[in-house]
């Protein structure tokens, strides 16, 4: 079983930045793809980012040369950098874990889940 746990969030303003963070506890947290969702009011949870144990990160196009994916396995916790903010990125940001090397997008692919951070980003 693996625990996970987002903090960073908050509100900022269109522009600006925020860090979350996702620390993994209960199991190794080698060989286990780590990933961003979000999921706003009324919609279903979308792909944000994801990486691998060893490196390699994914993408989604809305979030490309603004957002950063990065891990440190020592501490076991996954990061995601958000620069310039929009508001349509407001919504609840969730960590999600899944064994293996391939990076999934889909939420049904990942069996861990932390219980989210709210971001809200005003105009």
């Known amino acids: 079983q693996v625990q996970l746990v987002e903090s960073g969030g908050g509100s900022v303003q269109a522009g600006g930045s925020l860090r979350l963070s996702c620390v993994a506890s209960?199991?190794?947290?080698?060989?286990?793809?780590m990933a961003w969702f979000r999921q706003a009011p009324g919609k279903e949870r979308e792909f944000v980012a994801n990486?691998?144990?060893?490196?390699?990160?994914g993408y989604a196009d809305s979030v490309k040369g603004r957002f950063t994916i990065s891990r440190d396995n020592a501490k076991s916790t996954v990061y995601l950098q958000m620069n310039s903010l929009k508001p349509e990125d407001t919504a609840v940001y969730y960590c999600?874990?899944?064994?293996?090397?391939?990076?999934?997008?889909?939420?049904?692919?990942?069996?861990?889940w932390g219980q989210g951070t709210q971001v809200t980003v005003s105009s």
């Open positions: 209960g199991r190794t947290f080698r060989n286990y793809v």
């Open positions: 999600g874990g899944r064994g293996g090397i391939v990076l999934m997008n889909t939420p049904n692919a990942y069996d861990y």
């Open positions: 990486i691998r144990w060893s490196g390699g990160e």
